[in-house]
């Protein structure tokens, strides 16, 4: 499995900005997927992720209402659509996926797997 994150950028707070994880691998549809950031000097924090029907999804409640994950499983992406974006959302954010945590959400990162190499969001103020 090979994970490649795309769609970083500069953005002015408030602004929008649509993170896309593209899926190399068998089975993308048995793969939870989900979001994780990290700030500089901070330690890797969960965002969100989906299940691997994209029926469940679940939000920290730092992004909960600002942004959303989705997933196209025909094309084997994993989208964040990133709204109302603040100065504290600036980070490098990954993919990740687990084969095991398909149907049930996890939001702890040493469950899932595979991981994308990131790409750098930040939101001036």
């Known amino acids: 499995v090979q994970l490649q994150a795309s769609g970083g950028g500069l953005v002015q707070a408030g602004g929008s900005l649509t993170l896309s994880c593209a899926f190399s691998?068998?089975?993308?549809?048995?793969?939870?997927m989900g979001w994780f950031r990290q700030a500089p000097g901070k330690e890797r924090e969960f965002v969100a992720t989906?299940?691997?029907?994209?029926?469940?999804?679940l939000e920290a409640d730092s992004v909960k209402g600002r942004f959303t994950i989705s997933r196209d499983n025909a094309r084997n992406t994993v989208a964040l659509r990133m709204d109302s974006l603040r100065s504290d959302d600036t980070a490098v954010y990954y993919c990740?996926?687990?084969?095991?945590?398909?149907?049930?959400?996890?939001?702890?990162?040493?469950?899932?797997?595979?991981w994308g190499q990131g790409t750098q969001v930040t939101v001036s103020s």
């Open positions: 990740s996926a687990s084969n095991a945590y398909s149907a049930r959400l996890t939001s702890l990162a040493e469950r899932y797997r595979y």
């Open positions: 691998g068998r089975a993308f549809n048995s793969y939870g």
């Open positions: 989906i299940t691997g029907s994209g029926g469940t999804t």
